[in-house]
């Protein structure tokens, strides 16, 4: 089945602690993205890779990091954890950067205390 | 930079009845505008997709039209039914000092009272 598979699905964790979100598709796409939504604030962009070794920065990259290695795979990385991070993390896939539709995973619900 | 806005934020028909989704973007230099759909609890699936050299597209009860010019997109949906319940989202990619970037508006909940 063609799917976008995120772990964990909920996380919670302790300000300055190192986490990592995975992101994997088996579609063979070549964009990948992640997303963070917050209440009353919607979805943003946080960091977007065309390619494989190709990322970007999006809306709100600031607090995280990202890396592309295969094509398959694209982790978001939170190096140092804050609160204000807390929230419903989306990564996305499609088969080139723009002119096809979005595959979403389900989502990952983080929670810095 | 760009700016998406959907209106309304909350919509409740009766089953049965049409109706229309807006979204408003500020930039027309857009690449593609695309509708999700997103149930509670659940990630976004893609309804349509449409191409800024087009006008509109369908898929089954729906339609979604672009006029780019205008900044503007709706999305029509015919016979409403209960199972439709959910929020739907707009999005614009577009360029932005040579990135690639993909703006949200922030949805409008979508209730179908049978």
């Known amino acids: 089945e063609a799917q976008v598979t995120q772990n964990p699905r909920y996380l919670i964790t302790v300000t300055g602690k190192k986490l990592t979100v995975t992101c994997s598709q088996n579609?063979?796409?070549?964009?990948m993205s992640w997303y963070r939504q917050d209440p009353g604030l919607g979805l943003r962009q946080i960091y977007y890779?065309?390619?494989?070794?190709?990322?970007d920065k999006g809306d709100v990259p600031e607090g995280y990091k990202v890396s592309r290695k295969e094509k398959r795979n694209f982790p978001l990385i939170l190096e140092s954890p804050s609160p204000n991070q807390t929230s419903l993390y989306f990564c996305?896939?499609?088969?080139?950067?723009?002119?096809?539709?979005?595959?979403f995973g389900s989502g990952t619900q983080l929670s810095v205390l | 930079k760009q700016e998406v806005t959907q209106i309304p934020a909350a919509l409740s028909v009766p089953e049965g009845e049409n109706l229309v989704l807006n979204c408003s973007f500020t930039d027309s230099a857009i690449y593609n505008l695309q509708w999700f759909r997103q149930d509670p609890g659940k990630g976004l699936t893609s309804l349509l997709l449409i191409q800024s050299s087009q006008r509109e597209q369908t898929s089954g009860r729906l339609n979604a039209s672009l006029d780019k010019s205008s900044g503007r997109s709706t999305l029509y949906i015919a016979a409403s039914q209960p199972g439709d319940s959910a929020t739907y989202l707009c999005a614009v990619y577009y360029s932005g000092a040579g990135s690639y970037q993909l703006t949200f508006g922030k949805g409008t909940k979508l209730s179908v009272i049978p």
């Open positions: 996305a896939s499609s088969l080139t950067v723009m002119n096809e539709k979005l595959f």
């Open positions: 579609m063979n796409h070549e964009y």
């Open positions: 890779s065309m390619n494989v070794e190709v990322t």
